[in-house]
T-cell receptor, first 114, second 115 residues
């Protein structure tokens, strides 16, 4: 599986934007970029995904570099409920036995200050 | 909206006992994934099923087995439990037919404590 690199931790103040970076220099042309987050003692929660173009949904925005070797998850106005571990994951589209498996690496612990 | 249901939420077992964890995917989701998350660790993929057949296998111990039934629910069977098996076990489901451009939905997990 292609690997992603994220900062161990980031901090933000409430109601400010947060930009969570992810490097994936070995991404293949068929990999989708997925973001999940996990609150303490809860299951991971899907946030957003993209392939080549920037994406927006009600939770966040995903900005994908033109060469696809990096991406940034953008929370437009952080709230205390956004404090979680954020995982950037590459999901293979190439078929085969690893089709669809999500491999979690070390995510970013986001702390939001009131 | 229906979510992924896992049962039980909490389970306490003694060493060398067996445990069975159940997962009920979202209706019309045909793929189920199991993950193990130890204290302070990231989720680790164990095994997945598509249309009742094992589709992928991760770091699942030989003491563990799993299957998916005709109604698409899945069970993770764990035997000869060890202290190190204490963890959160998550199940996730997705409709594989829509491809990898689709998010998983995770359940709330089963917290297994082995004493």
């Amino acid at each position: 599986d292609a690997k992603t690199t994220q900062p161990n931790s980031m901090e933000s103040n409430e109601e400010e934007p947060v930009h969570l970076p992810c490097n994936h220099s070995t991404i293949s042309g068929t990999d989708y970029i997925h973001w999940y987050r996990q609150l303490p003692s809860q299951g991971p929660e899907y946030v957003i995904h993209g392939l080549t173009s920037n994406v927006n949904n009600r939770m966040a925005s995903l900005a994908i570099a033109e060469d696809r070797k990096s991406s940034t998850l953008i929370l437009h106005r952080a709230t205390l409920r956004d404090a979680a571990v954020y995982y950037c994951i590459l999901r293979d589209n190439a078929g085969g036995t690893s089709y669809g498996k999500l491999t979690f690496g070390q995510g970013t612990i986001l702390t939001v200050h009131p | 909206a229906a979510g992924v249901i896992q049962s039980p939420r909490h389970l306490i077992k003694e060493k060398r006992e067996t445990a069975t964890l159940k997962c009920y995917p979202i209706p019309r989701h045909d793929t189920v994934y199991w993950y193990q998350q130890g204290p302070g660790q990231d989720p680790q993929f164990l095994i997945s099923f598509y249309e009742k057949m094992q589709s992928d296998k991760g770091s699942i111990p030989d003491r563990f087995s799993a299957q998916q039934f005709s109604d698409y629910h899945s069970e993770l069977n764990m035997s000869s439990l060890e202290l190190g098996d204490s963890a959160l076990y998550f199940c996730a489901s997705s409709p594989r037919s829509t491809g990898p451009g689709y998010g998983y939905t995770f359940g709330s997990g089963t917290r297994l404590t082995v004493v």
